[in-house]
C-alpha cells in the first residue's frame, strides 16, 4: 500500500485548508483510515480517524473545526480543517490500517503563522 498526502501550506489563523490522502491498491474501502499530526519536536498524535464504515472519532482538540471523510471510488480520504490555529502547525501524516496491518505516508506541512 503507498500512501500519497497532499493539501499542506502555509495559511493564516483562523483559514482553512483541506488534505488529501490518496492510496495505491484495492482493499482501502475496508481500512480504516486516520490523519495524525507531527509538531515540531514532539511525537505523532492522533486527529481523526474514519472507519470502513464511515463513522469517525475525533481528538477532542479538533471536534467542530476538523472533518475527515472518505471516497472509497477515489481510494481517497480528506481532512478538512477549519478555524486554524497556531497550534495545529506540524506534519500531518495519513494512516492506513486493515486486517492488523498499518501503513504511513510520506506527510504533508501545514504551517499556521501570521
Known amino acids: 500500500v503507498q500512501l500519497q498526502a497532499s493539501g499542506g501550506g502555509l495559511v493564516q489563523p483562523g483559514g482553512s485548508l483541506r488534505l488529501s490522502c490518496a492510496a495505491s491498491g484495492s482493499r482501502f474501502s475496508l481500512a480504516t483510515m486516520g490523519w495524525y499530526r507531527q509538531a515540531p519536536g514532539k511525537q505523532r498524535e492522533l486527529v481523526a480517524i474514519i472507519s470502513s464504515g464511515g463513522t469517525t472519532t475525533y481528538v477532542d482538540s479538533y471536534k467542530g473545526r476538523f472533518t475527515i471523510s472518505r471516497d472509497n471510488a477515489k481510494n481517497t480520504v480528506y481532512l478538512q480543517m477549519n478555524s486554524l490555529k497556531p497550534e495545529d502547525t506540524g506534519v500531518y501524516y495519513c494512516?492506513?490500517?486493515?486486517?492488523?496491518?498499518?501503513?504511513w505516508g510520506q506527510g504533508t506541512l501545514v504551517t499556521v503563522s501570521s
Open positions: 494512516n492506513f490500517r486493515v486486517a492488523g496491518l498499518a501503513y
